[in-house]
């Protein structure tokens, strides 16, 4: 590490000065708080005419076991925090992009009946309603515990 720390330090400084896409902030990584870079969603040009922005998973956020795995749903209704910002949400489709990525991350799962993402929401509000408690288990069970677009 010694060795690498001034090459580390240039590749470091570097993208700060040229690399619009990376945000750095503070996250807390077993017990200590730690600098961390997070990729960040390029905003829309007008060359760039999809309609439905990319949103994507992004793999597990802390490994699951039975002291922080869900238990068994006792309602068909998920209310799903922490999925956008809606300051930082651009364009008219935004939502279509949460609506289908929960949609592909389900996708073993045909008990989901609506999904409506509340656009307006401070926290980032998705609500799933389910077909029934074990349809909407199964729902919260996929997407427990991932990153999902950076959240």
């Not at 590490?1 to 690399?19: C, G, H, P, T, Y």
């Not at 073993?108 to 993402?117: Q, T």
């Not at 427990?144 to 950076?150: M, R, Y």
């Amino acid at each position: 590490r010694k060795k690498m720390k001034k090459i580390w330090d240039q590749a470091v400084s570097f993208l700060s000065a040229n690399e619009s896409r990376i945000q750095t902030e503070t996250q807390r990584i077993g017990g200590a708080d730690f600098l961390v870079w997070r990729w960040i969603q390029p905003t829309l040009t007008c060359e760039k005419t999809s309609s439905v922005p990319s949103k994507v998973w992004q793999g597990k956020a802390f490994p699951l076991d039975r002291r922080n795995s869900p238990p068994n749903s006792l309602t068909p209704c998920l209310k799903i925090r922490n999925m956008f910002d809606p300051v930082m949400e651009v364009g008219e489709n935004w939502d279509l992009a949460i609506h289908e990525a929960i949609l592909e991350k389900c996708s073993d799962n045909d008990g989901i009946v609506h999904i409506a993402v509340d656009k307006n929401s401070r926290e980032g509000c998705v609500y799933v309603k389910c077909l029934s408690a074990e349809s909407s288990g199964k729902a919260f069970k996929a997407l427990h515990g991932f990153w999902f677009d950076g959240k």
